[in-house]
């Protein structure tokens, strides 16, 4: 069974960047596919990001495209996502998840079996 911890949230203003981190440990992220999710208040939690198992597939959505990038380090065990350019609209709680032999990549959290436990991100002057 995968733990996963979110960190590298905070307090930023309008076209700050962030890197977020997602720790893994109790497993190797190598058999799980892994996406970022955000849920904001009152919103329905949101995909924004996700790899396949191997890696070749990434998906982003329409809201963070161009501007956010997922990548893998293997050796450390973690993913990360990369976030440039932040708006007020980014504002929310940011979750990452594991789903188990993911060849494909999915925004729909019913998919995934594993979740952190989030990090806040705040985007405002």
């Known amino acids: 069974q995968v733990q996963l911890v979110e960190s590298g949230g905070g307090l930023v203003q309008p076209g700050d960047s962030l890197r977020l981190s997602c720790q893994a440990s109790?497993?190797?992220?190598?058999?799980?596919?892994i996406g970022w999710f955000r849920q904001a208040p009152g919103k329905e939690r949101e995909g924004i990001a996700c790899t396949s198992s191997s890696g070749g597939r990434t998906f982003y959505g329409d809201s963070v495209k161009g501007r956010f990038t997922i990548s893998r380090d293997n050796g450390m065990n973690r993913v990360s996502l990369q976030m440039n350019n932040l708006t007020p609209e980014d504002t929310a709680v940011y979750y990452c998840a594991a789903e188990i032999l993911g060849q494909e990549c999915t925004d729909q959290p019913s998919s995934y079996d594993y979740w952190g436990q989030g990090t806040q991100v705040t985007v405002s002057s």
């Open positions: 109790g497993a190797t992220l190598t058999f799980y596919a």
